[in-house]
């Protein structure tokens, strides 16, 4: 949002009555502070809080579309609220001037006709590649795991035919 558009004086807050109008999600404010603080470091302004919002927004959209392509039971998803038309906190992933938000550039991969999205299964951390394209893929992948100062490789082979969805290493 461009904050300075809608706010004509110095106290630039999420508690500005100003703000809190323009937020459009939906949800009660202090159900959405919690699920970005829960994510990310406590904002100090209304810039922090915006730029985390949407980091949040990005993370959780992430979640849910990896979810469904790699499911066998659901394989699409729909967004529904693509761009805003006037400058609000809402759940569209293109703001009023038409620029991307996290969201936005972040659906480039997602919507990829193949996709890898990273698990987490009990202890483990699971690659799934997907192909919704046409055509056969073969590819490898690396996963570079650091830990401890440790850096391993691990280079994971993919064979997939259209339609295919698995994981391909833990």
């Given at each position: 949002e461009?904050?300075?558009?809608?706010?004509?004086?110095?106290?630039?807050d999420?508690d500005?009555?100003?703000?809190?109008?323009?937020?459009?999600?939906?949800k009660?404010?202090?159900?959405?502070?919690?699920?970005?603080?829960?994510?990310?470091?406590?904002?100090?302004?209304?810039?922090?809080?915006?730029?985390?919002?949407?980091?949040?927004?990005r993370?959780?959209?992430?979640f849910?579309?990896?979810?469904?392509?790699?499911?066998?039971f659901?394989?699409?998803?729909?967004?529904?609220?693509?761009?805003?038309?006037w400058?609000?906190?809402?759940?569209?992933?293109q703001?009023y001037?038409?620029?991307?938000?996290?969201?936005?550039d972040?659906?480039?991969?997602?919507?990829?006709?193949?996709?890898l999205?990273?698990?987490?299964?009990?202890?483990?951390?699971?690659?799934?590649?997907?192909?919704?394209?046409?055509?056969h893929?073969?590819?490898?992948?690396?996963?570079?795991?650091?830990?401890?100062?440790?850096?391993t490789?691990?280079r994971?082979?993919?064979?997939?035919?259209?339609?295919d969805?698995?994981?391909?290493?833990?």
């Open positions: 461009q904050w300075e558009e809608i706010l004509h004086d110095d106290h630039w999420t500005h009555q100003t703000v809190r109008w323009h937020d459009k999600t939906g009660p404010f202090e159900k959405w502070l919690s699920m970005v603080c829960l994510h990310y470091p406590e904002y100090e302004n209304l810039e922090e809080w915006t730029y985390f919002s949407r980091l949040n927004q993370d959780a959209l992430r849910a579309i990896e979810h469904y392509r790699t499911s066998d659901c394989k699409g998803t729909l967004i529904w609220q693509f761009n805003d038309c400058p609000v906190q809402s759940w569209a992933v703001d001037a038409r620029v991307l938000k996290p969201a936005g972040e659906l480039r991969r997602l919507y990829a006709p193949v996709m999205a990273l698990k987490k299964s009990d202890e483990k951390l699971v690659v799934w590649a997907v192909n919704d394209g046409l055509h893929e073969a590819f490898e992948c690396d996963l570079i795991v650091h830990s401890g100062g440790e850096r490789v691990h994971l082979p993919a064979d997939l035919d259209p339609g969805r698995r994981a391909i290493g833990s």
